[in-house]
Protein backbone atom coordinates (compact mmCIF):
# COMPACT_ATOMS: atom_id res chain seq x y z
CA UNK A 1 0.00 0.00 0.00
CA UNK A 2 1.03 3.54 -0.62
CA UNK A 3 2.28 5.40 1.97
CA UNK A 4 3.41 9.62 1.73
CA UNK A 5 6.03 10.75 4.34
CA UNK A 6 5.90 14.67 5.09
CA UNK A 7 8.69 14.73 7.72
CA UNK A 8 8.58 18.62 8.63
CA UNK A 9 5.87 18.93 10.74
CA UNK A 10 5.97 22.42 11.80
CA UNK A 11 8.35 24.77 10.63
CA UNK A 12 9.01 28.07 11.45
CA UNK A 13 10.45 30.92 9.06
CA UNK A 14 11.31 34.34 9.16
CA UNK A 15 9.18 36.61 6.48
CA UNK A 16 11.82 36.92 2.84
CA UNK A 17 13.23 32.94 4.55
CA UNK A 18 13.32 30.38 1.62
CA UNK A 19 11.24 27.58 2.29
CA UNK A 20 11.76 23.70 1.29
CA UNK A 21 9.05 20.98 2.50
CA UNK A 22 9.74 17.58 2.13
CA UNK A 23 7.62 14.75 0.82
CA UNK A 24 8.49 11.00 0.06
CA UNK A 25 6.34 8.47 -1.03
CA UNK A 26 6.72 4.78 -1.67
CA UNK A 27 4.85 3.63 -5.01
CA UNK A 28 7.79 2.54 -7.61
CA UNK A 29 5.41 2.70 -10.79
CA UNK A 30 3.27 5.98 -12.11
CA UNK A 31 1.90 8.58 -9.82
CA UNK A 32 0.30 11.42 -9.99
CA UNK A 33 1.50 14.29 -7.49
CA UNK A 34 0.31 17.31 -5.49
CA UNK A 35 0.50 19.81 -3.15
CA UNK A 36 -2.29 20.98 -1.21
CA UNK A 37 -2.77 24.19 1.00
CA UNK A 38 -4.85 25.03 4.05
CA UNK A 39 -5.21 28.59 5.73
CA UNK A 40 -6.28 28.57 8.86
CA UNK A 41 -10.11 27.49 8.73
CA UNK A 42 -10.16 26.98 5.34
CA UNK A 43 -10.55 23.91 3.38
CA UNK A 44 -7.96 22.58 1.24
CA UNK A 45 -7.02 24.65 -2.07
CA UNK A 46 -4.47 22.70 -5.11
CA UNK A 47 -1.06 24.57 -4.99
CA UNK A 48 0.13 22.65 -8.19
CA UNK A 49 0.31 19.11 -9.57
CA UNK A 50 2.71 17.14 -11.28
CA UNK A 51 1.28 14.37 -13.76
CA UNK A 52 4.12 13.88 -16.74
CA UNK A 53 6.97 15.70 -18.44
CA UNK A 54 8.96 19.00 -16.95
CA UNK A 55 9.80 17.09 -13.33
CA UNK A 56 9.69 20.83 -11.95
CA UNK A 57 6.41 22.00 -11.42
CA UNK A 58 5.32 25.67 -11.18
CA UNK A 59 1.89 26.72 -9.20
CA UNK A 60 0.20 29.55 -7.64
CA UNK A 61 1.88 31.97 -5.59
CA UNK A 62 5.09 31.72 -5.94
CA UNK A 63 5.04 27.69 -5.24
CA UNK A 64 7.30 25.41 -7.29
CA UNK A 65 8.08 21.53 -6.64
CA UNK A 66 10.62 19.29 -8.27
CA UNK A 67 9.71 15.67 -8.77
CA UNK A 68 12.88 13.76 -8.56
CA UNK A 69 11.89 9.63 -9.29
CA UNK A 70 15.13 8.38 -8.33
CA UNK A 71 14.43 9.36 -4.66
CA UNK A 72 10.41 8.81 -4.93
CA UNK A 73 10.13 12.75 -3.60
CA UNK A 74 8.27 15.69 -4.57
CA UNK A 75 9.59 18.78 -2.65
CA UNK A 76 7.39 22.31 -2.36
CA UNK A 77 9.70 25.25 -2.18
CA UNK A 78 9.44 28.89 -2.50
CA UNK A 79 12.12 31.32 -2.40
CA UNK A 80 10.91 33.97 -0.33
CA UNK A 81 8.28 33.35 1.99
CA UNK A 82 5.44 35.88 3.46
CA UNK A 83 3.52 36.06 6.29
CA UNK A 84 0.34 35.07 4.49
CA UNK A 85 1.97 31.80 3.85
CA UNK A 86 1.23 30.78 7.22
CA UNK A 87 -0.92 27.75 6.70
CA UNK A 88 -1.00 23.82 6.71
CA UNK A 89 0.78 21.95 3.78
CA UNK A 90 -0.39 18.57 2.15
CA UNK A 91 1.42 16.28 0.03
CA UNK A 92 -0.78 14.07 -1.79
CA UNK A 93 0.22 10.86 -4.21
CA UNK A 94 -2.50 9.11 -6.36
CA UNK A 95 -1.10 5.39 -6.72
CA UNK A 96 -2.83 2.18 -5.59
CA UNK A 97 -3.70 2.08 -2.31
CA UNK A 98 -4.69 -1.08 0.78
CA UNK A 99 -7.45 -2.13 -1.96
CA UNK A 100 -4.92 -2.51 -4.74
CA UNK A 101 -7.14 0.49 -6.44
CA UNK A 102 -5.82 3.97 -7.24
CA UNK A 103 -6.70 6.33 -4.76
CA UNK A 104 -5.08 9.52 -3.41
CA UNK A 105 -3.24 9.33 -0.02
CA UNK A 106 -2.26 12.24 1.76
CA UNK A 107 0.72 13.01 4.01
CA UNK A 108 0.42 14.15 7.73
CA UNK A 109 0.44 17.54 6.77
CA UNK A 110 3.42 20.20 7.41
CA UNK A 111 2.39 23.52 9.42
CA UNK A 112 4.28 26.23 8.40
CA UNK A 113 4.24 29.61 10.54
CA UNK A 114 6.08 32.55 9.10
CA UNK A 115 6.98 35.27 11.30
CA UNK A 116 6.76 38.53 10.26
CA UNK B 1 -19.08 29.62 -8.73
CA UNK B 2 -17.71 26.30 -8.75
CA UNK B 3 -18.52 24.94 -5.27
CA UNK B 4 -18.97 21.74 -3.08
CA UNK B 5 -20.99 22.78 -0.16
CA UNK B 6 -21.31 20.35 3.08
CA UNK B 7 -23.99 20.67 5.83
CA UNK B 8 -23.79 21.29 8.74
CA UNK B 9 -20.61 22.72 9.26
CA UNK B 10 -20.05 21.85 13.36
CA UNK B 11 -22.43 19.19 15.20
CA UNK B 12 -22.03 18.19 18.60
CA UNK B 13 -23.96 15.06 19.03
CA UNK B 14 -24.04 11.74 21.18
CA UNK B 15 -23.26 8.43 20.98
CA UNK B 16 -25.12 5.99 19.04
CA UNK B 17 -27.80 9.01 17.36
CA UNK B 18 -27.91 8.57 13.68
CA UNK B 19 -26.38 11.46 11.95
CA UNK B 20 -26.07 12.24 7.90
CA UNK B 21 -23.78 15.29 6.89
CA UNK B 22 -24.96 16.38 3.25
CA UNK B 23 -22.50 17.23 0.14
CA UNK B 24 -23.15 18.54 -2.76
CA UNK B 25 -21.19 20.13 -5.83
CA UNK B 26 -22.40 22.03 -8.91
CA UNK B 27 -19.48 21.62 -11.36
CA UNK B 28 -21.04 18.04 -12.80
CA UNK B 29 -18.28 16.34 -11.46
CA UNK B 30 -18.16 12.27 -11.33
CA UNK B 31 -16.06 11.61 -8.86
CA UNK B 32 -16.39 12.59 -4.72
CA UNK B 33 -15.28 11.60 -1.55
CA UNK B 34 -14.96 11.39 1.82
CA UNK B 35 -12.03 12.14 4.02
CA UNK B 36 -11.66 12.71 8.01
CA UNK B 37 -8.48 14.80 8.74
CA UNK B 38 -7.12 14.01 12.43
CA UNK B 39 -4.16 15.81 13.99
CA UNK B 40 -0.73 14.26 13.03
CA UNK B 41 -2.68 12.21 10.18
CA UNK B 42 -3.32 14.22 7.49
CA UNK B 43 -6.85 13.53 5.87
CA UNK B 44 -7.46 9.97 5.47
CA UNK B 45 -10.57 8.75 2.98
CA UNK B 46 -13.57 7.58 4.06
CA UNK B 47 -15.67 6.71 0.88
CA UNK B 48 -15.29 7.32 -2.69
CA UNK B 49 -17.31 6.93 -5.62
CA UNK B 50 -16.49 7.34 -8.98
CA UNK B 51 -20.16 7.67 -10.43
CA UNK B 52 -23.80 7.22 -10.02
CA UNK B 53 -24.39 3.98 -7.86
CA UNK B 54 -20.78 3.07 -7.97
CA UNK B 55 -19.28 3.21 -4.36
CA UNK B 56 -16.06 1.70 -2.74
CA UNK B 57 -14.46 1.56 0.31
CA UNK B 58 -11.37 3.98 1.36
CA UNK B 59 -8.99 3.22 4.06
CA UNK B 60 -10.86 4.03 7.20
CA UNK B 61 -14.51 2.89 6.29
CA UNK B 62 -16.02 1.38 9.41
CA UNK B 63 -18.74 3.09 10.92
CA UNK B 64 -19.21 5.05 8.10
CA UNK B 65 -22.05 4.58 4.64
CA UNK B 66 -22.81 6.12 1.60
CA UNK B 67 -24.79 6.54 -1.31
CA UNK B 68 -24.87 7.83 -4.05
CA UNK B 69 -28.30 8.46 -5.69
CA UNK B 70 -27.83 11.42 -7.73
CA UNK B 71 -24.85 12.62 -9.34
CA UNK B 72 -24.58 16.10 -7.26
CA UNK B 73 -24.90 14.45 -3.66
CA UNK B 74 -22.90 12.55 -1.48
CA UNK B 75 -24.36 12.03 1.52
CA UNK B 76 -21.93 10.53 4.72
CA UNK B 77 -24.08 8.71 7.21
CA UNK B 78 -23.23 7.40 10.57
CA UNK B 79 -25.49 5.19 11.57
CA UNK B 80 -24.49 4.78 15.59
CA UNK B 81 -22.14 7.55 16.44
CA UNK B 82 -19.11 6.81 18.55
CA UNK B 83 -16.46 9.12 20.18
CA UNK B 84 -13.54 7.76 18.26
CA UNK B 85 -15.71 9.62 15.20
CA UNK B 86 -15.37 13.04 16.46
CA UNK B 87 -13.07 14.62 13.68
CA UNK B 88 -13.31 17.20 11.15
CA UNK B 89 -14.60 15.70 7.80
CA UNK B 90 -14.27 17.33 4.39
CA UNK B 91 -16.45 16.13 0.85
CA UNK B 92 -14.63 16.29 -2.17
CA UNK B 93 -15.25 16.12 -5.88
CA UNK B 94 -13.20 16.03 -9.36
CA UNK B 95 -13.70 15.62 -12.93
CA UNK B 96 -12.10 12.05 -12.69
CA UNK B 97 -10.15 10.27 -9.89
CA UNK B 98 -7.00 11.10 -10.82
CA UNK B 99 -7.38 14.79 -11.10
CA UNK B 100 -7.03 17.86 -8.39
CA UNK B 101 -10.14 17.53 -6.40
CA UNK B 102 -11.98 20.35 -5.23
CA UNK B 103 -12.48 20.37 -1.03
CA UNK B 104 -15.91 21.55 0.84
CA UNK B 105 -15.63 23.68 3.76
CA UNK B 106 -15.27 20.84 6.43
CA UNK B 107 -17.77 19.57 8.64
CA UNK B 108 -16.23 19.26 12.25
CA UNK B 109 -18.24 16.35 14.21
CA UNK B 110 -18.13 15.73 18.18
CA UNK B 111 -19.59 12.97 18.98
CA UNK B 112 -20.08 12.86 23.12
Known amino acids: AQSVSQHNHHVILSEAASLELGCNYSYGGTVNLFWYVQYPGQHLQLLLKYFSGDPLVKGIKGFEAEFIKSKFSFNLRKPSVQWSDTAEYFC??????????????FGSGTRLQVQP | EAQVTQNPRYLITVTGKKLTVTCSQN?????MSWYRQDPGLGLRQIYYSMNVEVTDKGDVPEGYKVSRKEKRNFPLILESPSPNQTSLYFC???????????FGDGTRLSIL
Open chain 1, 92 to 105: AVNAPGKSGRRALT
Open chain 2, 92 to 102: ASSSQKNQPQH
Open chain 2, 27 to 31: MNHEY
